[in-house]
């Protein structure tokens, strides 16, 4: 078995300061861990303030996600199951797929690390300093500091597999594009202690990215960024769900939380002396904000807009005339099971389906922001394989390939299999001649988040799905999969949804920068704006929720930068001296 041993970073509940702590933060995603090992490594000449992280989900380890599809429903967060992994939202408009544990969405992510189009930075949503900040090399910097810290690369034989061969063969039916490699952050390279002290394994090339890594190998927060704000003294408590925060009589804030043990839940407030720092999410983060100003924190009218979706879309190139090898095999490809999908000899390493994604095409980049579009290959995770091959052996996709009788026959063969229960890995399987698109966009950041009777966030965004965005992402999708000989498959939430319901996984906005409270509900530096204009003192929101437009490729990178530099503010407002 490949998975490592590793020692939880959680402090136990018992273990909190009594008094509260100077510093609270909320959430433990790229916001929250970049902002916690920041501030508890920072130089503090006047004296080093307590600092803690609250995390409304559990502790998750390599070894311990799901790999098949009734652990996964078992995984999935809800009322019923407040600490599952799988945050997943769905709207009549719009969902959002999420993580919820210590590393927030890091756990299931892809892991992708790539900068935005300079462009992006251009549109009037974002405040003057950050513009000022990119043109004078800052972002750059924090972009490359971000990736080093998270040790993102390429994958070392990222040209050779199948998947990504295939995804560059679908780009000659489109025109000129930008491919490359993706840097993703995932070990490639050595077996043992990381840099921060944190055991991980080399990757296998399973393809089990977005589930979980059950190997140890993705540079998910905990082996970095919360390692070091554990390492500078920061308390971590999980299964902590933070509802509201509101002014304390004496400076300060109170931070109300409900925590969950076993059958056991406990509601009580947390007093946060200096700073508050939100970072529970586009989601998590506007809802907390959003159940504080109906609790009487006066905020701006702008709270809970500029929601975007990325301009997110998937569609699938279905039972093509190349094998793809884009299906999952979980931590165990050398396990007893593995051979009996796939008879020895065992498959090279480049036969495997690799990371989740593993390289991008960049589509119009020398036309308009606005008409520029990503578009990367995308794993199917071993959870899924079985409830897939039946699925899509039975859906009625858009042939584009109909007048090849013989092709005709071999690929209803390979359907038929699939729909049998064969395993689609072997050589014949319609699923493994299959390739996923995740493709990003510029959509319009118009959504809205709103709470719903029960007090949770929901987003609500009329006519989103009829954008010319997404027209024009199926068009070029289209015409990847008729390159490739497949069935061309939208998204099925898309495809069958009257509204033509989307699904991201890459969230923004609810809580957007802005130059004042007139455009956003916090400035260049995370502070929050009370009603009248004024800066709620101490009071910050860090995380992809102030991310004022849509960023047109993976954005946690962007989020990781904008957040470094807020984490300075936050730093040197409080006379510290931030670390290189």
Request: proline share 6%.
């Amino acid at each position: 078995m490949f998975t490592v041993e590793r020692n939880p970073l959680a402090n136990n509940w018992n273990d909190r300061l009594p008094g509260g702590y100077d510093i609270v933060i909320i959430g433990s995603g790229y916001g929250g861990a970049i902002t916690a090992a920041r501030l508890a490594n920072a130089e503090w000449p006047a004296g080093r303030p307590s600092i803690c992280v609250l995390e409304r989900g559990q502790e998750w380890l390599p070894g311990h996600f799901p790999d098949n599809l009734i652990d996964g429903a078992g995984a999935l967060r809800s009322s019923l199951n407040p600490l599952g992994l799988y945050d997943f939202r769905i709207g009549t408009d719009i969902g959002a797929w999420m993580g919820s544990g210590l590393g927030g969405t890091s756990l299931i992510n892809a892991n992708v690390a790539i900068e935005p189009d300079d462009e992006v930075f251009d549109n009037a949503q974002w405040p003057q300093a950050i513009r000022d900040a990119r043109d004078a090399g800052a972002l750059k910097a924090l972009f490359t500091r971000v990736r080093s810290t998270l040790h993102a690369r390429a994958h070392p034989q990222g040209r050779e597999l199948s998947k990504v061969k295939a995804l560059q063969l679908g780009a000659q039916a489109v025109g000129v594009a930008d491919f490359d490699l993706c840097n993703i952050a995932v070990n490639f390279e050595f077996e043992g202690d990381n840099w921060a002290g944190v055991k991980q394994r080399r990757c296998i090339n399973c393809g089990d990215c977005i589930t979980g890594c059950n190997v140890g190998a993705k540079n998910t927060l905990d082996t970095n960024y919360l390692a070091l704000a554990k390492a500078g003294g920061a308390h971590m408590f999980t299964q902590v769900e933070v509802r509201g925060i509101a002014t304390a009589a004496g400076g300060g804030y109170t931070v109300q939380y409900k925590r969950r043990d076993g059958d056991e839940t406990e509601e009580d407030t947390l007093t946060a002396r200096r700073v508050v720092v939100v970072s529970a999410g586009a989601l998590g983060s506007t809802g907390i904000m959003l159940r504080s100003e109906a609790d009487g924190l006066p905020l701006p009218g702008t709270l809970g807009t500029r929601f975007s979706g990325n301009g997110d879309f998937i569609a699938f190139a279905y039972n093509s005339e190349h094998r793809t090898d884009a299906l999952g095999w979980g931590a165990y490809p050398e396990s007893d099971r593995a051979r009996r999908i796939q008879p020895a000899p065992q498959p090279a390493p480049t036969l495997f389906p690799g990371p989740s994604i593993v390289a991008r095409i960049k589509y119009h980049t020398d036309r308009p922001l606005a008409e520029r579009m990503t578009f990367e290959d995308l794993s199917l995770p071993l959870m899924y394989i079985d409830a897939a091959r039946a699925t899509f052996a039975a859906f009625i996709g858009k042939d584009t390939d109909s007048d090849d009788f013989f092709d005709e026959v071999r690929e209803s063969g390979r359907r038929a299999r699939d729909f049998l229960g064969v395993d689609p890995r072997l050589e014949g399987g319609a699923l493994n001649y299959t390739l996923m698109y995740l493709i990003m966009g510029q959509d319009g950041a118009g959504g809205k988040v709103e709470l719903d009777e029960s007090g949770e966030p929901g987003i609500v965004w009329p006519g989103v799905g009829g954008q010319s965005v997404f027209q024009d992402e199926v068009a070029v999708a289209l015409g990847h999969a008729t390159e490739l000989g497949a069935d061309f498959i939208e998204n099925p939430i898309w495809a069958f949804s009257p509204f033509h319901t989307l699904l991201t996984p890459h969230p923004l906005g609810g809580c957007p920068m802005g130059e004042s409270a007139a455009s956003g509900v916090v400035n260049h530096l995370g502070q929050v704006f009370s009603e009248d204009g004024s800066i709620h003192e101490g009071l910050y929101i860090a995380d992809g929720s102030v991310i004022p437009t849509s960023i047109g490729v993976n954005p946690f990178l962007t989020i990781s930068a904008i957040t470094e530099r807020i984490a300075e503010g936050i730093i040197t407002k409080l006379g510290g001296v931030p670390k290189a």
